[in-house]
């Protein structure tokens, strides 16, 4: 099947600054702290968060608006403080934001380590597989075989964004690196190794 037919899950956003805001706090952790000493706690987020500093604080402000009556975070003032976090369906956007930018870097020389990703996805979970089968695609992953796939540059970082994004458990999806695999040439071509 083709990842078109899943495209939900890679939704683009509605607008960059919804985009800026969800991966701000996504890669902020668990909880956002904002102390609140203006009448307004958004000059406070401009001046934690300097890339919103490009749109009007009246649009950052209806942005959190928006984002909080969309279920998507949670703000809770207390103390003269805000506190500011991701509800559940908030991090899997904001996730999907950083899985559209996903890119694996190659390096100027080759370590000789090739990267083994193993997945045994259940059936009820087959749109999952699919999009995952996607990724890889996307990532340029050689499919060794029908379940396990192979990149030669360093890609830990990014398989676990996968598997935390599409919520995979460690029975569900492996990550090995070897260097002896026997005959290599297939690979080596696909990935350009040959000198």
Not at 113 to 127: M, Q, Y
Not at 142 to 158: L, N
């Amino acid at each position: 099947m083709k990842l078109a037919k899943y495209k939900y899950y890679f939704r683009k956003p509605k607008s960059e600054i919804t985009k800026d805001v969800l991966s701000w706090l996504f890669l902020a952790g668990a909880m956002v702290v904002i102390t609140e000493v203006s009448p307004s706690f958004i000059a406070n987020i401009l001046l934690e968060y300097q890339k919103l500093k490009k749109y009007p604080k009246k649009r950052v402000a209806s942005t959190f608006s928006y984002l909080r009556k969309r279920g998507l975070l949670n703000m809770e003032q207390k103390d003269h403080q805000v506190y500011i976090s991701l509800t559940d369906e908030g991090r899997r956007k904001a996730g999907m934001f950083q899985i559209n930018s996903l890119g694996i870097r190659r390096p100027n020389k080759w370590d000789g380590n090739w990267r083994f990703l193993l997945f045994d996805i259940k059936e009820k979970r087959r749109p999952y597989r699919e999009a995952l089968r996607g990724m890889l695609k996307q990532l340029h992953f050689y499919p060794f075989q029908k379940s396990v796939w192979v990149h030669a540059f360093d890609c830990r970082a990014e398989v676990e964004l996968l598997k935390d994004f599409f919520g995979l458990s460690e029975d569900e999806l492996r990550f090995l690196i070897t260097q002896d695999i026997g005959n290599e040439d297939k690979l080596k071509h696909f990935f350009h190794l040959f000198d």
